[in-house]
Nanobody
Framework: QVQLVESGGGLVQPGGSLRLSCAAS????????MGWDRQAPGKRRELVAR???????NYADSVKGRFTISRDNAKNTVYLQMNSLKPEDTAIYYC???????????WGQGTQVTVSS
């Protein structure tokens, strides 16, 4: 059973930074594409960033140049460094992966990020 546990959310002022972490278990982490999605109040969940086993990355246009996704396979952990945060980045951030054999989507419980002065 794949389990994803996020941490690192919180309240930050506009222009500030946060780093989210996601610890994965129940899968061969180094073989998984890992990612972050987010869902703001009243909006659909959207892709924020992805990183492949080969460390290729892609980002939503709204976060390019401000957010960086990375992974540490030795720690089974994926990170999201968020800089120059804006109020519109306020959302619940979810770690995401897919089952290697089934392709089933897995998300963690989410971590709240609030950007406000």
């Amino acid at each position: 059973q794949v389990q994803l546990v996020e941490s690192g959310g919180g309240l930050v002022q506009p222009g500030g930074s946060l780093r989210l972490s996601c610890a994965a278990s129940g899968t061969i982490f180094s073989s998984n594409t890992m990612g972050w999605d987010r869902q703001a109040p009243g909006k659909r969940r959207e892709l924020v960033a992805r990183i492949t086993p080969g460390r290729l990355t892609n980002y939503a246009d709204s976060v390019k140049g401000r957010f960086t996704i990375s992974r540490d396979n030795a720690k089974n952990t994926v990170y999201l460094q968020m800089n120059s945060l804006k109020p519109e980045d306020t959302a619940i951030y979810y770690c995401h992966t897919q089952g290697l054999r089934t392709g089933m989507d897995y998300w963690g419980q989410g971590t709240q990020v609030t950007v406000s002065s």
